[in-house]
């Protein structure tokens, strides 16, 4: 899909340090329109935590926004321990959304640190502090230091879905072929 967007002469920038640009549409070359949705997200920080980072993209593409650890004094994680670590910080944003908690893949590639729920979810009527399950599958113990990166956050839109309870679904070809129907 080829995707072509039109130029913008003016861009209103929100308080934030990782504000998006207004809502506009565009239209694919099949010619369906479709529409950029910007959201604004509010941020609360949390009482006793002004030193922490808020979270904040480290590159002008990036999808996430890294989280920081709120921790006290540092925490260590033993292999195949878990800990929740909170972040500092609490969310309120639209109902159409969710937030993503996710591993860093730095993290998790070099020192087996990942969310043991992956992705952890905080829904759009949460309001209390952010946290972070994770844990260590590495082979040694690994520290968690105040204000340290520890995971990342992407906001995913959630569609209003309604269950309609039927007495027989649509056939497919597929069927009921499930775990490994297709192959090894």
């Known amino acids: 899909m080829c ?3 039109p130029r913008h002469s003016s ?6 340090p990782w504000s998006a640009i207004p809502t506009k549409y565009f239209k694919d070359s099949g010619g369906i329109n ?3 949705h910007n959201y604004e ?9 002004e030193d922490i980072l ?3 993209k480290m590159s002008a593409a990036a999808s996430g926004f890294d989280l920081h650890a709120a921790v006290s004094e540092p925490v260590v994680l033993q292999p195949g321990e878990r800990q929740l670590i909170p972040t500092g910080f609490a969310l309120s944003m639209p109902p159409e959304l969710e937030a993503q908690i996710r591993p860093r893949s730095g993290l998790a590639y070099k020192h087996g640190i990942t969310t043991l729920n992956s992705p952890g979810t905080i829904d759009a009527d949460y309001r209390g502090e952010v ?3 994770l844990i260590n599958h590495g082979q040694e113990p690994f520290t968690i230091q105040r204000n340290e990166r520890i995971a990342q956050m992407v906001f995913q839109h959630v569609p209003q879905i309604q ?5 027989e679904l649509t ?3 597929r069927g009921t072929g499930g775990f490994g129907h297709t192959g090894r």
């Open 3 to 5: 995707v072509s967007l």
């Open 11 to 16: 861009r209103r920038r929100l308080p934030y």
């Open 34 to 36: 479709l529409s950029l």
């Open 41 to 49: 997200v509010q941020i609360k920080r949390m009482s006793g935590q």
């Open 54 to 56: 808020l979270p904040q």
């Open 131 to 133: 946290k972070v399950l």
């Open 163 to 167: 269950l309609n309870e039927v007495v």
């Open 171 to 173: 056939e497919t070809e």
